[in-house]
């Protein structure tokens, strides 16, 4: 403390760190508990990442259960295409945009797809609601191929 009444003669019994040779354990357990305060921290260590629907995945592979239209949101008026997946990895049920125009006419339903994030960590993106994923891949081939006519769909 700088000012003059708080110097005195007596220990200063503020809080502060604890000092000394054998303060190591005391000052490693305070480290461990007051790191949960920062964000970052938090986030990258809860746990919650794998509760999530790809549990800590970039991507992950479904069978199409159904084709569904959803609405965009206002001011827009649109019917989104997208598909409505069963991972294959823990049995829950996403909705993926199937992305580029006329698209989903190559997704059948039973389909194995390959699905990702739509970019914006878990968010729903633009003014399609609820939808977090899209579809990158059916049938092993990309879906961009497919549209742009390089590659076919296999016969199954």
């Not at 959803?70 to 996403?94: D, F, H, T």
């Amino acid at each position: 403390c700088l000012f003059p009444a708080c110097v005195s003669s007596s220990p200063s019994y503020a809080m502060g760190k604890t000092r000394g040779i054998g303060a190591g354990r005391k000052l490693r357990n305070l480290r461990r508990e007051e790191r949960w305060a920062d964000k970052d921290y938090n986030k990258s260590h809860l746990g919650s990442e794998y509760r999530k629907p790809f549990a800590g995945a970039s991507h992950s592979k479904g069978i199409v259960v159904e084709k569904i239209g959803i609405e965009a949101k206002q001011p827009n008026s649109a019917i989104r295409k997208c598909a409505r997946v069963q991972l294959i990895k823990n049995g829950k049920k996403i909705a993926a945009f199937v992305p580029m125009d006329g698209c989903l006419n190559f997704v059948e339903e039973n389909d194995e797809v390959l699905v990702a994030g739509f970019g914006r960590c878990g968010h729903a993106v633009g003014d399609i609601p609820g939808v977090r994923f899209k579809v990158v891949k059916v049938s092993g081939v990309a879906l961009i191929a497919l549209f742009k006519g390089k590659k076919e769909k296999p016969r199954s």
